[in-house]
């Protein structure tokens, strides 16, 4: 299920207002991935972002698209159990967990394991193809939410990733 929460823009104006910034250096998708992640780290929002029964919900609640579609903020709750297959992305992504840890194993190009991170609340990230191939559960028996950003306007393409591996 796909939401999008234009009401709650006002608790994401600092963080909106840094990204565009970061947005209008026109760095690289790899430097650009590094300067959102610094003001998604300044301004990580908390879990109330979203409704409690958003909260409950599994699956992706828009926040913010940009009018000229150069980002998306969206706000994933992944309940216990939650996988998603192996995948890289059509461009630069920065996450941010907001309540509960995400499990994340990224992959170089012939889906070698190269590690694993455990990424607990006010961890963020940030990462641009080539080299963004991952998959993300919720091992945890609580719900996690993480805010992600990404270098586009995902309600216009459907979905951040490019390809899925098996």
């Known amino acids: 299920m796909t ?20 947005v209008a250096a026109h ?10 992640a610094e003001q998604l780290r300044a301004h990580l ?3 109330d972002v979203l409704t409690a029964e958003q909260r ?3 699956g992706s609640h ?3 698209v940009e009018p000229d579609g150069s980002f998306s903020i969206v706000a994933l709750v992944w309940l216990p159990g939650r996988i998603t297959r192996i995948h890289d992305h059509v461009t630069w992504c920065v996450l941010g967990v907001i309540h ?16 694993r991170n455990e990424n607990q ?3 963020v990230s940030g990462f641009a193809p080539p080299g963004d191939i ?15 950003i990404y270098g586009t306007d995902v309600t216009r393409i459907g979905s951040s990733a490019r390809r899925y591996y098996d």
Request: proline content about 4%; some cysteine.
């Open 100 to 115: 509960g840890v995400e499990q994340e194993e990224l992959f170089d190009a012939d889906l070698n394991l190269l590690c």
């Open 56 to 58: 409950l919900d599994s």
């Open 134 to 148: 991952h998959r993300v559960r919720n091992d945890s028996e609580t719900t996690a939410i993480t805010i992600h």
């Open 3 to 22: 939401t999008t929460l234009p009401h709650r823009v006002d608790n994401l104006t600092d963080l909106i207002d840094g990204v565009r910034t970061a």
């Open 45 to 47: 929002p908390g879990p």
């Open 62 to 64: 828009t926040l913010h």
């Open 27 to 36: 760095a690289d998708w790899a430097d650009t991935a590094q300067l959102v």
């Open 121 to 123: 609340v006010g961890d």
